[in-house]
Each structure stands twice: as C-alpha cells, then as structure tokens.
C-alpha cells in the first residue's frame, strides 16, 4: 500500500520543528523512526497533510547526566538507549525493556520518545516511565512544561501530547541501589507483551522498604500496581511475602480480550509475572 500524499519538512532544531508544525495545515504528524506511523499511513489509517520528520533534529538524541536525574533525548533510538552507561547504571530497567522490543531492525530505527508518544497499550516502555516516576518535557508555540507520567497516558493511543506539540525529552530520576526486573509474556520472540511487569524495589536489609510496580497491557493505559506496592512496603524479603503482595496485581485493572488472551487470563498472568518480577527485583 502507498500512503496518501503529503507535504515533507525536514527541519534540524526544535524551533523549526515547532514552526513546521504550526504552519503545516490541519493534520500534522510527528515523524520520529517510523515504525508504527509508516505502517498506518501505509494503510491509510492516517493521512496527515504534512508529516515533520525529526530525524534531523540533534539536540533531540542521546542520554545526559542532570544531577539527580537524567535526561533521555526523545528521538534516542532503542538500540542507542540499549548501549548508554547512564541508563544502565541509573535506570537499568529501560534497557532491560527495551532489550525485549521488536528485533534490531526495528530497534535500530524506533526511538525512546516516539514508543512512549505512541502510547500502545502493549508497548514495553510506558510502564516502565511509570514505573520510574519519568517526567516527560514537552515543547509547544507556549515554550514548554513538563507533565509527570502519572498524567501522561490519557488513553488508549492517547497522550498528555496536544496538537502542535513535540515530546522532547524524558527525565528518569537516579535510582541508585534499587533492584529492577522487566517481566514479558509473550507467545514466540519478539512479539509485542501479551502482560508484562516492570519492578522497582528498594531493600533495607531483609524488608523492602519501597516499591514500584509497573504493568503493560492491564487497560487502556499502563497502570501503576498500587495494592501491590502498598502490601510490598515494609514487608519481609520473602517469596511468601511477595507471593501474598503479588496476589493483589489485578487490582483495579481492566485489561482487554483479544485473539492472544482473554481478560481473566491476563488477570491471573499479571500476578505469576509480578510475583517473578519482583522476586527478581528485590534478589530473592
Ligand atoms: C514489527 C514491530 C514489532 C514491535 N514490537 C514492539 C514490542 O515488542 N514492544 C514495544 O514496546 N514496541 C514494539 N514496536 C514498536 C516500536 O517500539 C516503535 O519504535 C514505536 O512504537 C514507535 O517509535 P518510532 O520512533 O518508530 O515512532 P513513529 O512511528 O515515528 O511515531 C509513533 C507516533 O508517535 C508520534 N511521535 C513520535 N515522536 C514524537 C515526538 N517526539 N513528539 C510528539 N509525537 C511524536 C508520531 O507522530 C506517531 O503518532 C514494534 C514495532 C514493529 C514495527
């Protein structure tokens, strides 16, 4: 399939993009590395007027330090995100997900920023933003703000993201001497999460002291597994124990039923996955 024509901007800084964006009609579409917009334009499930492609755009690539945080350039491809020293000493759950995304073709081309923009409910890393209390910083004709993850993901495909708008970096804060494990189920390798678990915990001696709980493809949106968490603060460093916390990991979800499972099931995988994620996470 062709997709349908349209006009083609190709700027090199973020205030170009922003102009390209503003003046490029009606439909406009960001264009990072392609890998879920050229196939649904292909289709004709989109057919922007004008697509403006960051490509270009170096200050959006690459990984900083920023003191307690950092700073995750939105067009940073997979595969650079899988090499980075700073996410695999401060967030080495990013790279643990992402090392389960696609194949390397599609790591290679596909960007931090543009799975996180995409928002798919099965996508791998917008759970893991969730996970790790990421703040995405946003630019638009205003200047910019910055919208916690919490209040990112709207819906399903559906983000905090308002037309004219360009998601331009993520901040992770440092998570020094936490333990993390990623969790993915799915059917042959790498396919897209059936469910999957992103685990964060803090251990102080023999009890966790803090935890933060993931989940991919539970609704609409990733979702934080609070009853987990809350039942994980404080508790002995035990299988027991985590086996009783991750029994409450289908709190509050609504996941759907598709051709890979149906609800309940999803619902039942979602505490195996936890209790395993966390087991990981926590060096049981
Ligand atoms: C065969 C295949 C298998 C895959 N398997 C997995 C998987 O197992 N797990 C997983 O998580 N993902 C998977 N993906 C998706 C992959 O992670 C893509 O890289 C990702 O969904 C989109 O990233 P992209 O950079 O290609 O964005 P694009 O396709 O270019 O853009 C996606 C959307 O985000 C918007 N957007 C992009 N960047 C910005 C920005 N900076 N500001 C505002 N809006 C923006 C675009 O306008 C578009 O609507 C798979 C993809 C393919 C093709």
């Given amino acids: 399939m062709i997709p349908a024509p349209f006009a083609y901007a190709r700027p090199s800084t973020v205030d170009e993009a922003l102009q390209a964006v503003a003046s490029g009609g009606e439909d406009v579409k960001i264009l990072a590395g392609g890998q879920s917009l050229i196939p649904v334009m292909r289709l004709r499930l989109a057919a922007p007027e004008t697509v403006v492609d960051l490509t270009r755009v170096a200050e959006l690539r690459g990984v900083r330090d920023d003191g307690d945080a ?48 995409h928002a798919d409910p099965a996508g791998d890393l917008p759970a893991v933003a969730l996970a790790l209390d990421a703040e995405f910083v946003i630019a638009g004709s205003g200047g910019r703000r910055t919208v916690p993850a919490a209040d990112f993901f709207v819906d399903y495909l559906t983000t905090a993201l308002e037309e004219g708008e360009i998601l ?35 251990r102080e001696g023999g009890r966790i002291a803090e935890a933060r709980i993931g989940l991919t493809n539970m609704g609409p949106t990733p979702i934080r597994a609070s009853g987990v968490e809350e039942a994980l603060t404080g508790a002995d460093a035990t299988a ?45």
Avoid: C
């Avoid at 029994?247 to 890979?260: H, I, K, V």
């Fill in 168 to 202: 331009v970096e993520i901040r992770v804060p440092k998570r020094e001497g936490w333990g993390m494990h990623y969790e993915k189920f799915n059917r042959v390798a790498q396919a897209w999460s059936i469910v999957a678990v992103a685990a964060a915990v803090r």
């Fill in 240 to 284: 027991e124990a985590v086996a009783a916390a991750a029994a409450r990991a289908a709190e509050g979800t609504s996941p759907s039923s598709d051709l890979n499972a149906q609800a309940d099931y999803r619902q039942h995988l979602v505490t195996v996955l936890t209790r395993r994620a966390v087991t990981a996470a926590a060096g049981l």
């Fill in 70 to 117: 950092i700073v995750i350039g939105a067009m940073t491809t997979h595969s650079d995100v899988l090499s980075d020293p700073l996410i695999k000493q401060y967030a080495p759950l990013i790279a643990e997900a992402t090392e389960t995304v696609a194949d390397r073709q599609v790591r290679h081309r596909g960007t931090f920023g543009g799975a996180l923009a």
